[in-house]
């Protein structure tokens, strides 16, 4: 970072000056943020008193004097929060840590240095913004010729740019929605109506001043699309009622009739393909059963192959291979081949399954279950509220809602699909690097703990 004299005014010639950041500090809710000033020409500022305070002489964020840190004289906002940086004071190079940046913390700061004969300060500016959550991604319902989505997001400031975007990044819709809460941030929503042809999209967040984009993307089912048997007959009385007032109703029965024969078979050719493609994972079935020394302690194992959650944690021993999140897995790990298994999660409505690498965190339990973390799961959340974590959060709308999962893990392609084992369809692939050992992975639902039900691994082999 660049510095620049603040004050207009020099000093006489042998004293010194303060040289503060020439550029507003920027910092995101939560961060930890340094503001630094120097003494030019360098100065020992050991012997000095050195405070940092906000807006005026009197809000104090630290105090430095007579060689220690003056922790009374902080205002309350800012106690327990700041840390002096004196490693290079005897240089002139003084900095202060504020930990846990907040909105009310964007403001001008000053830096003031005090010798027995000499003091100045440098003013700089901390701006701050609040990036908010990850898009959630909703069906609305049918209209206007496809799907409509709802994009929702909160917790912005300031206020953010919303897009949606195609396959290839293009901006296919810029129009939004936003509010702002009780704490000045913003919420934000936007619909889009999804065509059959308009290929996979994502929502996409992005405060202008910051280069980061909070995105979610959504994989829709062909089998939305496929024409339901009463939706044909209201399509061709629609039809029939135009063609009799231009009077071009056999042309035009025949065009639909030539488009849909069209849809029909590539959708027949999907299925055919996605189905064979099930087939074939199918035939590298192999046994998968759970480990309980890693089952979290409400987690309820039955013979090595069942998982539930319940209230009563149980009475078990703390080791390094137990995780801190209410999830379990398995026993086998996986590093070459190929491997397949099922997992019926029945109707529970809130579920995690997939692979982990097998040295994962297992203490830290508000990490993401993204790639990034070493985990590849597919996540039900609610009722048919389905997505990944794949860099960007991915929402997924299948066909139906699958209450048998089939997983097949292709360790030399490096990639792992999901099926629906009910109507032998692809659910999603995603694509992960060649990175040690993998585990099956189950995070089974932990709340409405009267309608749960058991999540099961079948032994294919048997069946």
């Not at 009310?104 to 901390?126: H, K, M, V």
């Not at 069906?139 to 949606?164: A, E, H, N």
């Amino acid at each position: 970072m660049g510095f620049a004299q603040v004050s207009l005014v020099f000093p006489p010639t042998g004293q010194w000056q303060v040289l503060g950041p020439y550029k507003p500090v920027e910092a995101l809710v939560g961060e930890d943020i340094v503001f630094s000033c120097f003494l030019s020409p360098e100065p020992n500022a050991e012997a000095m008193e050195v405070m940092f305070f906000k807006d005026r002489f009197s809000t104090v964020v630290h105090l430095y004097k007579d060689g220690e840190d003056q922790k009374y004289m902080q205002v309350p906002g800012y106690q327990g929060r700041t840390v002096l940086v004196k490693d290079f004071m005897a240089d002139g190079h003084v900095s202060v840590a504020l930990k846990n940046i907040t909105l009310s913390d964007a403001s001008l700061y000053g830096c003031w240095f005090n010798s027995q004969t000499y003091n100045r300060e440098a003013i700089l500016e901390l701006k701050v913004s609040a990036l908010g959550s990850t898009p959630v991604i909703s069906v609305m319902g049918y209209g206007d010729g496809g799907i409509q989505l709802l994009c929702q997001s909160s917790g912005w400031f300031p206020q953010p740019t919303v897009k949606w975007k195609g396959p290839k990044g293009q901006v296919l819709s810029s129009g939004y929605k936003a509010n702002s809460d009780r704490n000045n941030l913003f919420n934000v929503e936007t619909s889009f109506t999804f065509q059959e042809n308009t290929g996979n999209l994502s929502c996409s967040i992005q405060l202008v001043e910051h280069r980061q984009v909070v995105e979610s993307r959504v994989w829709v089912g062909e089998m939305f699309f496929k024409p339901s048997s009463w939706h044909l007959p209201s399509i061709l009385l629609g039809i029939l009622c135009f063609g009799l007032f231009v009077g071009v109703t056999g042309m035009i029965m025949v065009n639909l009739s030539v488009s849909k024969g069209k849809i029909s078979a590539e959708l027949n050719w999907r299925r055919t393909h996605e189905t064979a493609e099930w087939g074939e994972a199918q035939k590298h079935a192999v046994e998968v059963t759970l480990d309980p020394d890693t089952a979290h302690p409400q987690l309820y194992i039955s013979d090595l192959k069942s998982v539930i959650f319940k209230e009563a944690p149980q009475d078990v021993s703390y080791t390094e291979k137990r995780f801190k999140r209410k999830c379990v897995v398995a026993s086998q790990s996986f590093k070459t081949g190929q491997h397949y298994w099922e997992v019926d999660v029945g109707h529970n409505e809130s579920w995690r399954l997939g692979v982990c690498r097998d040295d994962v965190h297992r203490w830290e339990e508000d990490l993401d279950l993204s790639p990034i973390r070493g985990y590849w799961v597919l996540q039900q959340r609610e009722e048919h509220d389905y997505f990944m974590l794949d860099l960007h959060r991915i929402t997924i709308i299948p066909g139906i809602h699958p209450t048998r999962v089939g997983i097949f893990l292709d360790c030399e392609c490096r990639i792992i699909s999901f099926f629906s084992v009910n109507d032998q369809s692809l659910i999603y692939t995603m694509e992960y690097p060649l990175e040690g050992m993998l585990r099956p992975y189950i995070l089974p639902q932990t709340y409405k703990e009267s309608e749960l039900t058991p999540i099961f691994i079948p032994s294919l082999s048997h069946e």
